[in-house]
């Protein structure tokens, strides 16, 4: 599972420029605030746009870990088991 702001990302950049109706349609748009960079919200900086969000992701900031799609600091993400 790839983390929901990188796949947002993802799905923006996976069509060319020059298409104006990409096969599939637009993107999903990522809703939600706009986390403040110089005042972030305490946890993880993600949460309030996140689809994914936990209660527990407003209270700690997420450790990165290994995952399928590589290296994720997400809470709702499952880690590679070792």
């Given at each position: 599972?790839?983390?929901?702001?990188?796949?947002?990302?993802?799905?923006?950049?996976?069509?060319?420029?020059?298409?104006?109706?990409?096969?599939?349609?637009?993107p999903?748009?990522?809703?939600?605030?706009?986390?403040?960079?110089?005042?972030?919200?305490?946890?993880?900086?993600?949460?309030?746009?996140?689809?994914?969000?936990r209660?527990?992701?407003?209270?700690?900031?997420?450790?990165?870990?290994?995952?399928?799609?590589?290296?994720?600091?997400?809470?709702?993400?499952?880690?590679?088991?070792?």
């Open positions: 599972m790839v983390r929901p702001q990188a796949g947002a990302w993802q799905s923006a950049n996976s069509q060319p420029a020059w298409r104006l109706a990409p096969p599939g349609g637009l999903k748009p990522v809703t939600g605030e706009v986390p403040n960079p110089i005042w972030p919200p305490p946890g993880c900086a993600f949460h309030p746009r996140c689809p994914l969000m209660e527990e992701c407003k209270l700690a900031v997420p450790e990165p870990r290994t995952t399928q799609a590589g290296m994720a600091a997400c809470i709702a993400v499952e880690p590679v088991s070792a």
